[in-house]
């Protein structure tokens, strides 16, 4: 059995998971003091990039890792299920606790509270055999790491990144996210991206700033001023160059509901946090594989067929550099590499903001 505050104090490490532009998809229930309940929501209705909810599946993924990972800290054992009858769009995952002695924190610990998203330059120092190791174990079974490390394999990258992001940044049903989840003039944020971590420069922020301030205005800058041009090369090409390596999880099985996804969150998390112990700093880089989705289930995602045909041409182009079919299952996309620590960091709400009142 474990007190309030031993709850709050585990609650309050596990809010630091990482989730789709800081949208925290979750509330936290206290129902005993061996039991919380965690209230999953998604994000799909408005967000382009939570594919039938998956990526929000995968947020709760990563919330349930480190909320484990934190209980460990108390010497308890967290297991969790998903309750039966749960709407997809609203899951609800029943956590149980339970005292274990002899329990030894978990590695990963230390790191759930500092791990950030680096999008600017890293450093090309190679990767150590030690670091390569680690990141290839922290998967665990049913899943496998392919890294993409040598200067030609990086800037095969660095092109799929530069003409995923022209998709990104022309299709009219992304421009309300990104309008959405910038906080402009901020260093941090506790529910959105702060300007300075997005990864561009003060003159670029103030251009983007005032330039998507309506979808007209993007459309103009696109057609007449190349207006994807610099975003593209700060966002997407010299990141993709300056870096160690790529790293893709690839899954044995392509994941099929809520659980599986909710279990590749879990992995990502783990990549994550294993990224952070053995000194690196690392960027997700999803949309690929978002993309890539929809163009593998035929979904009519956007109202512009050139965007649509562009995301089947972009996930021909993935499975040709990853060297895999169309079934295969993708879990994570990311890049990592060393660097100075981020200045700038989305924060998060507190625990008082997503614990749900007692009933």
Known sequence: MASRETLL??????????????????????????????????????????????????????????????????????????????????????????????????????????????????????????????????????????????????????GLLWRNAYLRLTCPEAYPVHKEIIEWRTRFSKD???????????????????????WGRVQFFNKYLGGTIAPRVQLDYIPA??????????????????????????VLQRVWLTAAAVGLHLQPEMTPLIFRWYARHNQHFSALPEIRQGAAALADEFERIGGFGPDQGLTFFCRVGVSDPPRSRSLRKSVEELLLPAR
């Open 241 to 266: 160059i300056a870096c160690a390596a790529h790293l893709l999880v690839l899954a044995d099985e392509p994941a099929v509901g809520v659980e599986a996804h909710v279990r590749g969150g879990v």
């Open 9 to 158: 104090k585990i609650l309050d490490l596990a809010r630091w998971a990482p989730s789709g532009d800081n949208t925290q998809p979750w509330r936290f229930e206290i129902v005993a003091d061996d039991r919380i309940a965690i209230h999953g929501n998604d994000t799909r209705e408005w967000c382009l990039y939570d594919f039938n909810g998956h990526a929000s599946h995968m947020a709760h993924g990563a919330l349930l890792e480190t909320l484990r990972i934190a209980a460990s800290g108390e010497g308890l054992a967290a297991t969790w299920q998903l309750r039966p009858g749960s709407d997809d769009k609203a899951p609800v995952f029943d956590v149980t606790l339970s005292a274990a002695p002899g329990l030894a924190p978990d590695p990963l610990l230390p790191f759930v509270e500092g791990r950030s998203v680096q999008r600017r330059p890293m450093r090309t120092t190679p990767l150590t055999d030690a670091q390569r190791a680690a990141l290839a174990a922290a998967p665990g079974p049913g899943y496998r790491v392919r890294f993409f490390e040598a200067g030609a394999a990086r800037r095969k990258v660095a």
């Open 192 to 214: 959105r991206i702060p300007e300075q971590a997005v990864g561009v420069d003060g003159a670029t922020a103030r251009l983007m700033e005032w330039v998507m301030a309506s």
